[in-house]
């Protein structure tokens, strides 16, 4: 067992170094939010094939009320096949897009509140055994009400939770989406380590 250092990881390694090596990429499908790819590869001296999804990235945001309430919102998700409760999120616009640009629009297309005050939360990578999406986390304070700018086939329903509510439905397991959970953890160690009632 290696002992655990707290220590920085490189962003990008060598790919000369890496102990896998791309032998070839072909492109097997080209979609509207991903792209998957056949990668080729070479694994200790021996050829195997890997699935490979490219994602440009996305921006969620955590969206804090006056009263400490966070704002979430509630849709349907196809992929699970029932709604869920997750934090305001979305792709950028291109893979050049601020993540803060994005954060900010999405807050309030999804919510109907916009904030000057955004603040990185935490960065991650949602799936990295086979996905190289990238979503920054921001929190946004001082919210000021518009209204939602939702796309023609969004249906969201924006809901106020406490955080010692949301906290229990990480634990009973009932809330499962990984950028939520993580925003939801990085925020409520933040709180703590801010002494933040």
């Known amino acids: 067992m290696q002992e655990h250092r707290q220590e920085a990881v490189p962003e990008a390694a060598d790919p000369k170094d890496a102990p896998v090596q791309l032998i070839e990429r072909k492109l097997a499908?080209?979609?509207a939010v991903l792209n998957v790819y056949d990668d080729y590869v070479e694994v200790k001296g021996k050829r195997t094939h890997w699935d490979y999804i490219h994602h440009d990235g996305a921006a969620a945001v955590l969206p804090v009320l006056p009263d400490g309430r966070l704002l979430m919102v509630r849709q349907y998700r196809h992929a699970l096949s029932r709604?869920?409760?997750?934090?305001?999120?979305?792709?950028?616009?291109?893979?050049?897009?601020?993540?803060i640009d994005c954060a900010r629009r999405e807050l309030e297309e999804e919510t109907g509140y916009r904030s000057d005050h955004l603040t990185p939360l935490l960065n991650m990578n949602t799936t990295v055994a086979f996905c190289d999406e990238f979503i920054g986390i921001f929190l946004a304070e001082d919210l000021e009400k518009t209204h939602q700018h939702l796309d023609e086939d969004e249906e969201i329903e924006v809901e106020a939770w406490t955080l010692p509510d949301l906290l229990a439905l990480i634990r009973s397991g009932k809330m499962t989406d990984a950028k939520t959970v993580a925003a939801i953890l990085a925020y409520a160690v933040k709180k703590d380590h801010e002494g933040i009632s």
Not at 93 to 98: G, Q, R
């Open 29 to 31: 499908h080209r979609g």
């Open 83 to 99: 709604y869920t409760l997750e934090i305001p999120a979305g792709k950028v616009d291109s893979p050049e897009e601020p993540k």
